[in-house]
Nanobody, 132 residues
Framework: VQLVESGGGLVQSGGSLRLSCAVSGFTLDEYAIGWFRQAPGKEREGISCISSRDGSTYYADSVAGRSTISRDNAKNTVDLRIDNLKPDDTAIYYC??????????????????????????WGKGILVTVSS
């Protein structure tokens, strides 16, 4: 199993970013995929998730209304677009997969002070820096 993030880098405040998670070893109709981030000195935060069977999407308050998660089952990739980026969005971004109770895992991961311990597999992360 492998999850590989791409699309990070330096972005100006107010700009947009599209992160991609390439998955191998399982399919997206088996596993939910969540996006998480961790800023220096802060706890890891679940920001978005897409469930497996029905593709339901979930967003944390911190990105709701300015982000979109989507998946391409043929390519086995999950993208996260974030608009109107702010310096507070600076963090390492991770994608992760959950195979057991995927919709529940998505809900838990993206709620306030959520829990990401139920995610089974993780990517190595990619740095996003938003300049002011």
């Amino acid at each position: 199993v492998q999850l590989v993030e791409s699309g990070g880098g330096l972005v100006q405040s107010g700009g947009s970013l599209r992160l991609s998670c390439a998955v191998s070893g399982f399919t997206l109709d088996e596993y939910a995929i969540g996006w998480f981030r961790q800023a220096p000195g802060k706890e890891r935060e679940g920001i978005s998730c897409i469930s497996s069977r029905d593709g339901s999407t979930y967003y944390a308050d911190s990105v709701a209304g300015r982000s979109t998660i989507s998946r391409d089952n043929a390519k086995n990739t999950v993208d996260l677009r974030i608009d109107n980026l702010k310096p507070d969005d600076t963090a390492i971004y991770y994608c992760a997969g959950a195979g057991v109770a995927p919709a529940v895992r998505c809900k838990i991961a993206t709620r306030h002070l959520g829990d990401y311990s139920g995610m089974d597999y993780w990517g190595k992360g990619i740095l996003v820096t938003v300049s002011s």
